[in-house]
């Protein structure tokens, strides 16, 4: 099926005159989430990971995926002619150095302009130039061939009232008109999906788990305008809109509006949010600077970080009675890694204020757990037995907001290498939980403390160890992230500002074997203030137990052991409350002291 798709969109790229074809993993907005209408390199390639680039000559075709992926996509790629890059290995070009190794003078790269950003776009574009060659971007190749292509989401959208968001819109839109003053801009054009969503207060579901809504945005000294399907909103969701004193027009306008701005004013934009279609179109003046509400969303304000624990308090209820009935019951009823997950699920649809999953939950059984983002499918559905680890990574929407967890659990009897890694994970999550440092630290300054003891058995993980968290919006938002190099432009490393909240899930993926993630999520505060400099920590926000029958305690410290002892002593105080007396009990067993 793979290789008919393929020869279709090569007889299509014949016709057009186009050499090369790209296509990313992308939407209009460059969502790391997409929905199904936007899913064009899963339908050319056949693999599904979230993240990926599809690269097709004439002649051959090329996937570029990162460590989280490279078990999945070698399994998805087979018999589908299809080339797999792995991304950071050694000797593998990257997207932009193969296309200037392959493109010659005369030949024509295409892709679809609205799904690559301006900033990959203007790169493209000088490599095209220098080899003397052309880009054609105003042409969606895969739609010709895309066969019953789902149509563009336009779920309904509601409202994120005051005393969940902690701010109204109309403070917001103040405080982004106050940032175009400083920036000299007469413009802002918005196109992230969750800076719009958190801006204007409004949620929806046209990304599964990822609440925002298809939109535009742009906001001037006098106008604050949305662009989106109008039949996602409701009468009073259309209201309230209308109260703010906010504009509505139709998503498509965006790209006529654009061309009237005036060629004498100035748009500040965020040229690696905003795709290369539109900033082609506009004549005005560019001020390229990462969006204001960027910032402004990642660090929370107190309501929503007091909405947000007891989100958190919620979840771990429904995550320690899972926890329970899982031990209790494996072994002797049927379950598999679906059935599991299923049931997680029902656990925390039953918490009140509970809106839908925070993304697709990983239940992934022994070997599997060693693809990072395994998902199980009919196909690959193992049966779990009392034997071996469990990883489950997973999370909620709450109207307080968004939970994201990993535990894993030993279901039975694990071997001794399972155990000493599984130690290992657990020290580095504490370690790094109970950082204190000074203000002015990065991620990367902080990810050692995490990656050092797993490190010391020679192993390393392909991912970073935490990311910055929305409220009730993406499970995954920057600017805030923990990873041991910098990624381009220093994404996910600025400095930690009190009320950032961001995971600690450092873990251990042996191929073929098992898989460890131990995840929690963190607040930033404030610490002590004294002639040394403003002084950090973190507090925790996820409450669960970690499986102490997968601890070697000898391989810990005492102030491992008092850190590990210190965390369960909180969760029992946290949770029991909340369970019944059989579920006290267990919980006083697994939250005992070491």
Request: charged share 25%.
């Amino acid at each position: 099926m793979i290789k008919n798709r393929l020869q279709a969109l090569r007889a299509l790229m014949k016709e057009k005159n186009v050499d090369i074809y790209f296509i990313p993993t992308s939407d209009f907005h460059q969502s790391e989430y997409v929905g199904e209408y936007f899913k064009c390199r899963s339908y050319m390639s056949g693999f599904t990971g979230s993240d990926g680039n599809l690269v097709i000559t004439l002649t051959q075709a090329f996937l570029w995926a990162d460590g989280r992926y490279f078990i999945q996509a070698e399994r998805q790629l087979q018999d589908s002619s299809i080339e797999l890059f792995k991304m950071g290995e050694e000797k593998v070009p990257t997207v932009k150095e193969f296309i200037e190794e392959t493109i010659s003078k005369g030949q024509t790269l295409g892709f679809d302009g609205r799904v690559v950003s301006c900033e990959l776009g203007e790169e493209l574009e000088n490599i095209v130039d220098k080899k003397e060659a052309f880009i054609k971007y105003d042409e969606d190749l895969v739609d010709l061939i895309w066969k019953n292509r789902p149509k563009l989401a336009h779920e309904k959208a509601f409202i994120i009232e005051e005393k969940y968001s902690g701010m109204s819109t109309n403070r917001k839109i103040e405080q982004i008109r106050n940032k175009l003053i400083k920036a000299g801009a007469d413009t802002h054009i918005i196109t992230s999906l969750d800076d719009i969503a958190w801006l204007f207060n409004i949620r929806g579901n046209d990304i599964d788990s990822n609440p925002v809504v298809l939109s535009y945005a742009v906001i001037t000294d006098t106008e604050a305008m949305l662009f989106l399907n109008e039949s996602v909103l409701d009468q009073k969701v259309g209201a309230e809109l209308t109260k703010n004193n906010i504009i509505i027009k139709d998503y498509q306008d965006i790209y006529e509006y654009v061309k009237q701005i005036d060629g004498d004013k100035m748009v500040l934009l965020d040229q690696t949010k905003v795709n290369y279609s539109i900033v082609k179109l506009i004549k005005a003046g560019i001020i390229n600077e990462i969006n204001p509400t960027t910032l402004l969303k990642a660090v929370k304000n107190k309501v929503e970080i007091e909405n947000t624990r007891n989100a958190h308090i919620k979840d771990g209820v429904a995550f320690t009675k899972f926890m329970y009935w899982l031990k209790n019951n494996v072994g002797k009823q049927e379950m598999t890694e679906i059935s599991v997950s299923d049931y997680l699920y029902h656990m925390r649809s039953v918490q009140e204020g509970f809106i839908e999953v925070s993304f697709d939950t990983i239940c992934a059984y022994k070997e599997n757990a060693a693809m990072m983002h395994y998902s199980a499918n009919e196909s690959s559905n193992a049966k779990l037995l009392a034997e071996g680890l469990l990883l489950v990574d997973s999370g909620g929407q709450y109207y307080e907001g968004t939970t994201d967890i990993t535990r894993t659990m030993a279901l039975g009897v694990i071997s001794d290498e399972q155990k000493v890694h599984f130690t290992a994970v657990v020290i580095g999550m504490l370690n790094l939980l109970n950082a204190r440092f000074l203000y002015g630290s990065r991620g990367i300054n902080l990810d050692i403390l995490a990656r050092a003891p797993i490190w010391e058995l020679d192993i390393d993980y392909k991912c970073g160890t935490g990311h910055g968290v929305g409220h009730i919006l993406n499970v995954h938002e920057g600017p805030n992230g923990i990873r041991p190099r910098l990624l381009k432009n220093n994404e996910m490393n600025c400095i930690f500002e009190e009320g950032m909240i961001t995971t600690d899930e450092p873990g251990i993926y042996i191929e073929g074997s098992h898989g460890i993630r131990i995840e929690n999520e963190l607040v930033c505060r404030k610490g002590t203030k004294n002639q040394h400099g403003q002084f950090m920590f973190f507090e925790n926000l996820t409450f669960a137990p970690i499986d102490l029958d997968a601890i070697q305690p000898e391989l810990m410290s005492i102030k491992e052991k008092s850190m590990l002892n210190a965390y369960h002593k909180d969760v029992f105080e946290k949770l029991s409350p909340y369970m019944n007396q059989e579920e006290v009990e267990w919980l006083k067993k697994y939250t005992r002291e070491i």
